[in-house]
């Protein structure tokens, strides 16, 4: 039942030099350090080393495929594993979980971005989905931009996130476009999830009508609206899958 308590989650103990869990497997389950460190690989490229208090394996209960990494216990650690429903529970009741989580995976891909080049093949899947009633509600404003015009760029602050309502832009990444976005597609949030400046640039490939949310606006959706939440965590592990995938593919 919804908001009904799960089950506690399971405390795991794995010696250094043990592997948690491997590349291309399936997850049931995501992992928060609790003392330890753990280095995630992809392929063989070390991506991150994982110390007390952060997380790995989320990206696979988001989106129901394989794991992206594989996670190496670098040093004796407690691990406390938690299912998907537990997950679910805490998301949509601790926001602060939540933005943690989403923190963490803007983190993994700003770390990603800088790997993108020349060489590397992104699939062209359009990405749309629904603007909700209260994205609709808590946006600032809606603008119009031209085709062919900046909506974000690369390295600038960023203090907005966007929703297309209207129209189509491209996510490019050191020049190499990485996704297309459509209608319900969202584009900025990362800076304001870490206040850090944009990982990427977007460019409306057809004339776009844009919802504006100033960080106020999204963290209000982010806390009250468990749905949201949900939403931007599947956003950034699609973003990041489809990062990891084409590193592999050219390494």
Known sequence: MPGQQPAPPLLRDFRAGETIFRENQSGESMFIVLSGSV??????????????????????????????TSALATSNC??????????????????????????????????????????????????????????????????TIPKG???????EDGQDMYCLRRGQAELRVNNITVETIGVGGILGELALLDKEPRTATAVATEECDLLVYDRERFEYLLALTPDFALRIMKLLARRLRAIDRAIADQS
């Open 149 to 155: 015009s900046f909506i974000l760029r690369q390295n």
């Open 78 to 143: 407690a691990l406390q594993e938690v299912d998907r429903a537990a997950f679910l529970f805490r998301v949509t009741q601790t926001p602060f979980f939540a933005i943690q989580v989403m923190r963490t995976m803007a983190s993994r891909i700003r770390r990603m971005d800088k790997h993108v080049n020349r060489d590397t093949r992104f699939s062209r899947v359009i990405a749309q989905q629904e603007v909700t009633p209260c994205m609709l509600k808590a946006a600032k404003m809606m603008t």
């Open 39 to 68: 280095r995630l690989s992809l392929s063989s490229m070390d991506v991150e080393d994982v110390e007390a208090g952060g997380f790995l394996g989320e990206m696979s209960l988001l989106q129901d495929e394989p794991r992206t």
